[in-house]
Protein backbone atom coordinates (compact mmCIF):
# COMPACT_ATOMS: atom_id res chain seq x y z
CA UNK A 1 0.00 0.00 0.00
CA UNK A 2 1.32 3.49 -0.75
CA UNK A 3 2.18 6.24 1.35
CA UNK A 4 -0.21 8.00 -0.28
CA UNK A 5 -2.72 5.76 0.45
CA UNK A 6 -2.04 4.99 4.12
CA UNK A 7 -1.99 8.66 4.79
CA UNK A 8 -5.48 8.99 3.17
CA UNK A 9 -6.66 6.33 5.13
CA UNK A 10 -5.77 8.21 8.71
CA UNK A 11 -6.39 11.40 7.72
CA UNK A 12 -10.04 10.21 6.64
CA UNK A 13 -10.33 8.45 9.63
CA UNK A 14 -8.84 11.20 11.94
CA UNK A 15 -11.59 13.82 10.19
CA UNK A 16 -14.33 11.68 11.42
CA UNK A 17 -13.16 11.14 15.22
CA UNK A 18 -12.21 14.59 15.36
CA UNK A 19 -15.33 16.34 14.34
CA UNK A 20 -17.59 13.65 16.35
CA UNK A 21 -15.27 15.29 19.07
CA UNK A 22 -16.18 18.30 17.86
CA UNK A 23 -19.47 17.96 18.01
CA UNK A 24 -20.54 15.89 21.02
CA UNK A 25 -17.62 16.21 23.51
CA UNK A 26 -18.10 19.96 24.16
CA UNK A 27 -16.77 20.12 27.60
CA UNK A 28 -13.69 17.53 26.45
CA UNK A 29 -13.66 18.40 23.37
CA UNK A 30 -10.22 20.70 23.26
CA UNK A 31 -8.17 17.58 25.60
CA UNK A 32 -10.34 15.13 23.46
CA UNK A 33 -8.96 16.13 20.16
CA UNK A 34 -5.53 17.41 21.15
CA UNK A 35 -4.88 13.52 22.39
CA UNK A 36 -6.82 12.56 19.38
CA UNK A 37 -4.08 14.23 17.63
CA UNK A 38 -1.50 13.20 19.15
CA UNK A 39 -2.50 9.12 18.62
CA UNK A 40 -3.06 10.26 15.10
CA UNK A 41 0.55 11.87 14.23
CA UNK A 42 2.54 9.06 15.93
CA UNK A 43 0.72 6.89 13.26
CA UNK A 44 1.64 9.18 10.36
CA UNK A 45 5.26 8.90 12.30
CA UNK A 46 5.19 5.76 11.72
CA UNK A 47 3.88 4.92 8.41
CA UNK A 48 6.17 8.04 7.03
CA UNK A 49 9.25 6.03 8.76
CA UNK A 50 8.02 2.87 6.87
CA UNK A 51 8.36 4.73 3.05
CA UNK A 52 11.95 5.47 2.07
CA UNK A 53 11.08 8.13 0.14
CA UNK A 54 11.31 12.08 0.12
CA UNK A 55 7.57 12.33 1.18
CA UNK A 56 8.39 9.57 4.28
CA UNK A 57 11.79 11.38 5.17
CA UNK A 58 9.74 14.78 5.65
CA UNK A 59 6.75 13.24 7.01
CA UNK A 60 8.49 11.40 9.73
CA UNK A 61 10.35 14.80 10.98
CA UNK A 62 7.52 16.83 10.51
CA UNK A 63 5.02 14.25 12.77
CA UNK A 64 7.93 14.85 15.05
CA UNK A 65 7.72 19.01 14.94
CA UNK A 66 3.54 17.98 15.42
CA UNK A 67 3.82 15.74 18.51
CA UNK A 68 6.25 18.51 20.28
CA UNK A 69 3.46 21.11 19.33
CA UNK A 70 0.57 19.57 20.13
CA UNK A 71 2.20 18.33 23.34
CA UNK A 72 3.21 21.98 24.16
CA UNK A 73 -0.11 23.49 23.72
CA UNK A 74 -1.21 21.82 26.57
CA UNK A 75 1.59 23.90 29.28
CA UNK A 76 1.27 27.45 27.43
CA UNK A 77 -1.58 29.57 26.49
CA UNK A 78 -2.97 28.45 23.46
CA UNK A 79 -6.39 29.23 22.58
CA UNK A 80 -9.38 27.32 20.42
CA UNK A 81 -6.87 24.30 20.85
CA UNK A 82 -9.46 21.81 18.99
CA UNK A 83 -8.72 24.26 15.52
CA UNK A 84 -5.46 24.88 16.66
CA UNK A 85 -4.53 20.86 17.01
CA UNK A 86 -7.13 20.07 13.71
CA UNK A 87 -5.35 22.19 11.70
CA UNK A 88 -1.72 21.38 12.68
CA UNK A 89 -2.68 17.52 11.61
CA UNK A 90 -4.13 18.55 8.16
CA UNK A 91 -0.63 20.74 7.67
CA UNK A 92 1.22 17.62 8.17
CA UNK A 93 -1.35 15.00 6.41
CA UNK A 94 -1.50 16.98 3.06
CA UNK A 95 2.15 18.13 2.94
CA UNK A 96 2.55 14.33 3.26
CA UNK A 97 0.10 13.54 0.08
CA UNK A 98 1.73 16.65 -1.66
CA UNK A 99 5.09 14.63 -1.98
CA UNK A 100 3.93 11.12 -2.01
CA UNK A 101 1.20 11.45 -4.85
CA UNK A 102 2.57 10.80 -8.64
CA UNK A 103 -0.53 12.59 -10.13
CA UNK A 104 -0.21 15.89 -11.33
CA UNK A 105 -3.66 17.28 -10.91
CA UNK A 106 -3.67 15.32 -7.26
CA UNK A 107 -0.94 18.17 -7.07
CA UNK A 108 -2.59 20.73 -7.85
CA UNK A 109 -5.39 19.38 -5.59
CA UNK A 110 -3.44 19.35 -2.38
CA UNK A 111 -1.57 22.81 -3.02
CA UNK A 112 -4.67 24.32 -3.00
CA UNK A 113 -6.00 22.22 0.28
CA UNK A 114 -2.68 23.81 1.67
CA UNK A 115 -3.36 27.37 0.47
CA UNK A 116 -6.93 27.02 2.50
CA UNK A 117 -5.42 25.27 5.65
CA UNK A 118 -3.15 28.03 5.21
CA UNK A 119 -5.25 30.91 5.22
CA UNK A 120 -7.49 29.29 8.05
CA UNK A 121 -4.54 29.42 10.18
CA UNK A 122 -3.79 33.28 9.39
CA UNK A 123 -7.51 34.06 10.90
CA UNK A 124 -7.44 31.58 13.31
CA UNK A 125 -7.66 34.25 15.80
CA UNK A 126 -9.51 36.47 14.13
CA UNK A 127 -7.04 39.29 14.31
CA UNK A 128 -6.80 42.44 12.50
CA UNK A 129 -3.46 41.16 11.16
CA UNK A 130 -4.19 37.80 10.21
CA UNK A 131 -6.95 38.89 7.92
CA UNK A 132 -4.87 41.28 6.36
CA UNK A 133 -1.79 38.71 5.67
CA UNK A 134 -4.46 36.41 4.74
CA UNK A 135 -6.06 38.63 2.04
CA UNK A 136 -2.47 39.27 0.55
CA UNK A 137 -1.40 35.77 0.42
CA UNK A 138 -4.88 34.82 -1.25
CA UNK A 139 -4.09 37.27 -3.71
CA UNK A 140 -0.90 36.51 -4.63
CA UNK A 141 -0.86 32.42 -4.34
CA UNK A 142 -4.28 32.13 -5.47
CA UNK A 143 -2.88 34.07 -8.54
CA UNK A 144 0.06 31.91 -8.84
CA UNK A 145 -2.10 28.94 -8.40
CA UNK A 146 -4.02 29.98 -11.72
CA UNK A 147 -0.77 30.07 -13.87
CA UNK A 148 0.33 27.24 -12.45
CA UNK A 149 -3.17 25.07 -13.61
CA UNK A 150 -2.26 26.50 -16.86
CA UNK A 151 1.01 25.34 -17.33
CA UNK A 152 -0.49 21.85 -15.63
CA UNK A 153 -3.34 21.57 -18.61
CA UNK A 154 -0.53 22.63 -21.18
CA UNK A 155 1.89 20.12 -19.98
CA UNK A 156 -1.20 17.52 -19.79
CA UNK A 157 -2.06 18.08 -23.28
CA UNK A 158 1.39 17.86 -24.88
CA UNK A 159 2.80 14.71 -22.82
CA UNK A 160 -0.86 13.20 -22.90
CA UNK A 161 0.02 11.57 -19.24
CA UNK A 162 -1.22 12.83 -15.81
CA UNK A 163 1.57 11.25 -14.18
CA UNK A 164 3.78 14.08 -12.56
CA UNK A 165 7.24 12.97 -13.22
CA UNK A 166 6.43 12.34 -16.78
CA UNK A 167 4.30 15.29 -17.88
CA UNK A 168 7.01 17.04 -16.47
CA UNK A 169 9.65 15.37 -18.61
CA UNK A 170 7.52 15.61 -21.48
CA UNK A 171 6.19 19.05 -21.14
CA UNK A 172 7.57 22.10 -23.16
CA UNK A 173 9.51 24.44 -21.46
CA UNK A 174 6.34 26.95 -21.75
CA UNK A 175 3.93 24.53 -19.72
CA UNK A 176 7.37 24.15 -16.97
CA UNK A 177 8.09 27.74 -16.67
CA UNK A 178 4.14 28.79 -15.87
CA UNK A 179 4.13 25.61 -13.26
CA UNK A 180 7.46 26.66 -12.04
CA UNK A 181 6.94 30.37 -11.17
CA UNK A 182 2.97 29.93 -10.82
CA UNK A 183 3.13 27.31 -7.78
CA UNK A 184 6.26 29.29 -6.49
CA UNK A 185 4.24 31.71 -5.23
CA UNK A 186 3.75 29.01 -2.50
CA UNK A 187 7.54 29.16 -1.63
CA UNK A 188 7.24 32.64 -1.70
CA UNK A 189 9.60 32.55 -4.39
CA UNK A 190 11.14 36.02 -5.86
CA UNK A 191 9.35 38.42 -6.35
CA UNK A 192 5.97 37.00 -5.10
CA UNK A 193 8.00 36.46 -1.05
CA UNK A 194 5.95 39.82 0.17
CA UNK A 195 3.15 37.40 2.03
CA UNK A 196 6.00 35.50 3.78
CA UNK A 197 6.02 38.11 6.58
CA UNK A 198 2.66 38.84 7.27
CA UNK A 199 2.09 34.88 7.73
CA UNK A 200 4.56 34.99 10.38
CA UNK A 201 3.38 37.94 12.15
CA UNK A 202 -0.56 36.56 11.89
CA UNK A 203 0.23 32.74 12.66
CA UNK A 204 0.08 31.55 16.04
CA UNK A 205 3.88 30.34 16.53
CA UNK A 206 2.77 26.79 17.56
CA UNK A 207 0.89 25.99 14.32
CA UNK A 208 3.97 28.41 12.34
CA UNK A 209 6.39 25.51 13.41
CA UNK A 210 4.29 22.47 12.15
CA UNK A 211 3.62 24.78 9.03
CA UNK A 212 7.49 25.35 8.81
CA UNK A 213 8.36 21.71 9.03
CA UNK A 214 5.55 20.47 6.50
CA UNK A 215 3.89 22.70 3.95
CA UNK A 216 6.81 24.72 3.10
CA UNK A 217 9.08 21.98 2.25
CA UNK A 218 6.78 19.69 0.67
CA UNK A 219 5.76 23.05 -1.62
CA UNK A 220 9.05 23.74 -1.98
CA UNK A 221 9.97 20.09 -3.01
CA UNK A 222 7.28 20.16 -5.78
CA UNK A 223 8.72 23.45 -7.49
CA UNK A 224 12.13 22.25 -7.51
CA UNK A 225 10.90 19.19 -8.95
CA UNK A 226 8.93 20.99 -11.66
CA UNK A 227 12.32 22.73 -12.25
CA UNK A 228 14.67 20.44 -12.80
CA UNK A 229 12.65 18.96 -15.74
CA UNK A 230 14.54 21.70 -18.16
CA UNK A 231 17.78 23.95 -18.24
CA UNK A 232 15.64 26.55 -18.49
CA UNK A 233 13.42 26.30 -16.04
CA UNK A 234 16.08 24.83 -13.41
CA UNK A 235 18.23 28.53 -14.12
CA UNK A 236 15.42 30.56 -14.24
CA UNK A 237 13.76 29.19 -11.01
CA UNK A 238 17.53 29.08 -9.53
CA UNK A 239 18.47 32.38 -10.26
CA UNK A 240 14.93 33.89 -8.94
CA UNK A 241 16.01 31.72 -6.14
CA UNK A 242 19.37 33.18 -5.14
CA UNK A 243 18.14 36.49 -5.52
CA UNK A 244 15.70 36.03 -2.59
CA UNK A 245 18.06 34.68 -0.41
CA UNK A 246 20.50 37.41 -1.03
CA UNK A 247 17.29 39.83 -0.33
CA UNK A 248 16.01 37.26 2.36
CA UNK A 249 19.62 37.76 3.78
CA UNK A 250 19.67 41.57 3.90
CA UNK A 251 16.59 42.17 5.07
CA UNK A 252 16.86 39.58 8.33
CA UNK A 253 19.74 41.73 9.34
CA UNK A 254 17.75 44.86 9.82
CA UNK A 255 14.83 43.37 11.58
CA UNK A 256 13.99 44.42 15.58
CA UNK A 257 11.27 42.03 15.56
CA UNK A 258 12.15 37.69 16.09
CA UNK A 259 9.23 36.98 13.62
CA UNK A 260 10.40 39.57 11.23
CA UNK A 261 13.67 38.18 11.35
CA UNK A 262 12.19 35.04 11.03
CA UNK A 263 10.28 34.78 7.71
CA UNK A 264 13.00 37.10 6.03
CA UNK A 265 15.66 33.88 7.10
CA UNK A 266 12.94 31.26 5.64
CA UNK A 267 13.08 33.18 2.78
CA UNK A 268 16.71 32.73 2.43
CA UNK A 269 16.50 29.20 3.03
CA UNK A 270 13.82 28.30 0.81
CA UNK A 271 16.20 29.55 -1.76
CA UNK A 272 18.89 26.94 -1.05
CA UNK A 273 16.75 24.34 -1.28
CA UNK A 274 15.35 25.56 -4.45
CA UNK A 275 19.05 25.88 -5.55
CA UNK A 276 20.21 22.49 -4.90
CA UNK A 277 16.72 20.27 -5.61
CA UNK A 278 17.27 22.18 -9.72
CA UNK A 279 20.80 22.17 -10.07
CA UNK A 280 20.86 18.66 -11.62
CA UNK A 281 23.58 17.66 -9.02
CA UNK A 282 22.11 14.17 -7.52
CA UNK A 283 24.67 15.06 -4.25
CA UNK A 284 23.33 19.00 -3.90
CA UNK A 285 19.78 17.47 -4.61
CA UNK A 286 20.19 14.63 -1.65
CA UNK A 287 21.03 17.29 0.86
CA UNK A 288 18.69 20.27 -0.60
CA UNK A 289 16.48 17.35 0.78
CA UNK A 290 17.92 17.12 4.25
CA UNK A 291 18.36 20.60 4.28
CA UNK A 292 14.27 21.04 4.77
CA UNK A 293 14.88 19.05 7.71
CA UNK A 294 18.21 21.07 8.52
CA UNK A 295 16.56 24.11 8.22
CA UNK A 296 12.97 23.25 9.68
CA UNK A 297 14.10 22.09 13.19
CA UNK A 298 16.14 25.35 14.23
CA UNK A 299 13.64 27.64 12.66
CA UNK A 300 10.35 25.43 14.74
CA UNK A 301 12.53 25.96 17.75
CA UNK A 302 12.82 29.76 17.64
CA UNK A 303 9.39 30.03 16.67
CA UNK A 304 8.37 28.49 20.09
CA UNK A 305 11.03 30.80 21.42
CA UNK A 306 8.76 33.60 20.31
CA UNK A 307 5.40 32.05 21.84
CA UNK A 308 7.47 32.03 25.07
CA UNK A 309 8.20 35.35 24.34
CA UNK A 310 4.88 36.69 24.16
CA UNK A 311 3.02 34.80 26.66
CA UNK A 312 5.68 35.95 29.46
CA UNK A 313 7.40 39.16 28.29
CA UNK A 314 4.81 40.37 25.97
CA UNK A 315 6.73 41.37 22.97
CA UNK A 316 8.43 39.17 20.21
CA UNK A 317 11.05 42.07 20.03
CA UNK A 318 14.59 40.96 20.09
CA UNK A 319 15.25 43.17 22.81
CA UNK A 320 12.85 42.02 25.10
CA UNK A 321 13.04 38.40 24.05
CA UNK A 322 16.54 38.24 25.39
CA UNK A 323 15.28 39.24 29.24
CA UNK A 324 13.81 34.95 29.22
CA UNK A 325 17.12 33.97 29.67
CA UNK A 326 17.35 30.07 31.13
CA UNK A 327 16.48 27.26 29.04
CA UNK A 328 15.32 29.92 26.40
CA UNK A 329 18.53 31.64 26.28
CA UNK A 330 20.64 28.32 25.22
CA UNK A 331 17.41 26.91 22.85
CA UNK A 332 18.19 30.56 20.67
CA UNK A 333 21.86 30.67 20.68
CA UNK A 334 22.11 26.92 19.70
CA UNK A 335 19.17 27.71 17.40
CA UNK A 336 21.20 30.61 15.73
CA UNK A 337 23.64 28.88 15.26
CA UNK A 338 22.18 25.68 12.99
CA UNK A 339 20.57 28.56 11.03
CA UNK A 340 23.89 29.57 10.81
CA UNK A 341 25.66 26.26 9.36
CA UNK A 342 28.17 25.61 12.19
CA UNK A 343 29.29 22.37 12.96
CA UNK A 344 28.14 20.02 14.93
CA UNK A 345 24.62 21.28 13.35
CA UNK A 346 23.02 19.26 10.78
CA UNK A 347 23.05 22.20 8.78
CA UNK A 348 26.31 22.08 8.26
CA UNK A 349 26.00 18.85 6.34
CA UNK A 350 23.22 20.17 4.36
CA UNK A 351 24.99 23.47 3.53
CA UNK A 352 28.09 22.77 2.62
CA UNK A 353 27.61 19.53 0.37
CA UNK A 354 24.38 21.70 -1.58
CA UNK A 355 27.97 23.34 -2.48
CA UNK A 356 30.15 21.01 -3.12
CA UNK A 357 27.58 19.75 -5.50
CA UNK A 358 27.17 22.93 -7.98
CA UNK A 359 30.69 23.83 -7.89
CA UNK A 360 31.34 20.71 -9.53
CA UNK A 361 28.73 21.22 -12.01
CA UNK A 362 28.59 23.51 -15.43
CA UNK A 363 29.64 26.97 -14.99
CA UNK A 364 26.58 28.97 -14.33
CA UNK A 365 26.05 26.16 -12.00
CA UNK A 366 29.59 27.21 -10.21
CA UNK A 367 28.22 30.68 -10.59
CA UNK A 368 25.75 30.13 -8.69
CA UNK A 369 27.57 28.17 -6.08
CA UNK A 370 29.64 30.98 -5.28
CA UNK A 371 26.65 33.29 -5.02
CA UNK A 372 25.53 30.89 -2.22
CA UNK A 373 28.21 30.44 -0.31
CA UNK A 374 28.42 34.69 -0.30
CA UNK A 375 24.82 34.49 0.39
CA UNK A 376 25.46 31.89 4.00
CA UNK A 377 28.50 34.61 4.62
CA UNK A 378 26.05 37.55 4.67
CA UNK A 379 23.55 35.44 6.57
CA UNK A 380 26.07 35.20 9.43
CA UNK A 381 24.65 38.80 10.29
CA UNK A 382 21.58 38.27 11.40
CA UNK A 383 22.23 34.63 13.32
CA UNK A 384 25.03 36.73 15.32
CA UNK A 385 22.48 39.42 16.06
CA UNK A 386 20.37 36.86 17.72
CA UNK A 387 23.46 35.39 19.40
CA UNK A 388 25.02 38.79 20.50
CA UNK A 389 21.27 39.79 21.96
CA UNK A 390 20.87 36.71 23.80
CA UNK A 391 24.54 36.86 24.85
CA UNK A 392 24.07 40.08 26.48
CA UNK A 393 20.31 39.13 27.92
CA UNK A 394 19.53 37.62 31.47
CA UNK A 395 21.70 35.76 33.22
CA UNK A 396 20.71 31.75 33.09
CA UNK A 397 18.38 29.95 35.27
CA UNK A 398 18.33 26.73 35.55
CA UNK A 399 15.51 24.59 34.52
CA UNK A 400 13.32 23.21 36.94
CA UNK A 401 11.63 20.37 35.90
CA UNK A 402 7.74 20.25 37.29
CA UNK A 403 7.89 23.70 36.49
CA UNK A 404 8.44 24.56 32.94
CA UNK A 405 7.30 21.78 31.24
CA UNK A 406 7.08 23.74 27.69
CA UNK A 407 10.64 25.02 28.56
CA UNK A 408 11.79 21.04 29.06
CA UNK A 409 9.70 20.33 25.84
CA UNK A 410 11.80 23.40 23.59
CA UNK A 411 15.26 22.13 25.15
CA UNK A 412 14.44 18.62 24.15
CA UNK A 413 13.38 19.47 20.85
CA UNK A 414 15.96 21.90 19.89
CA UNK A 415 18.77 19.56 20.74
CA UNK A 416 17.45 17.22 17.73
CA UNK A 417 19.66 19.20 15.13
CA UNK A 418 22.51 18.35 16.95
CA UNK A 419 21.31 14.63 17.46
CA UNK A 420 20.55 14.27 14.26
CA UNK A 421 24.04 15.44 12.84
CA UNK A 422 26.26 12.08 13.20
CA UNK A 423 23.64 10.55 11.08
CA UNK A 424 23.43 12.33 8.21
CA UNK A 425 24.50 9.63 5.68
CA UNK A 426 22.38 7.13 7.91
CA UNK A 427 19.16 9.61 7.10
CA UNK A 428 19.82 10.09 3.34
CA UNK A 429 20.93 6.12 2.79
CA UNK A 430 17.32 5.32 4.66
CA UNK A 431 15.09 7.60 2.89
CA UNK A 432 16.65 8.32 -0.70
CA UNK A 433 18.61 5.26 -1.27
Excluded at 131 to 136: D, G, I, R, T
Aim: with cysteine.
Amino acid sequence: MSLETIISLITVAYSIVALALFSFARRARDPAIVATSVIASLITMVASFLDRSPGGLIGFFSSITLIFSLLSSVFERVGRKAFHSMLSFYFVSFSILLMSTDDSFKVFLYLEIISMLTIGGMVLYRGREGFEAALKYAIICLTGSLIGLLGLLIGFSEAGVSSFPDMVLRASNTARMLMAIGFGAEVALFPMYIWLPGLYVSMPPLLLAVEVSSILPATTYIVGTIASGSPLASLSLSTLAMAGSLIGSLAAMNQRDLRMLLAYSTLSHTGYIVLGLSSGSKIAWSYAVLHMVAHALPKASLIMVGLAALNRVGSSMIGDISKLGGVFKFVTISSALALLGLPPYLSFWSEMFIFAGLITSSIYWRFLGVLYFLVILVSTGYSFKLIYAFSQGARSTPLTPGRDFYGALLLLYSLLPIALSPLQSNILAYFLG
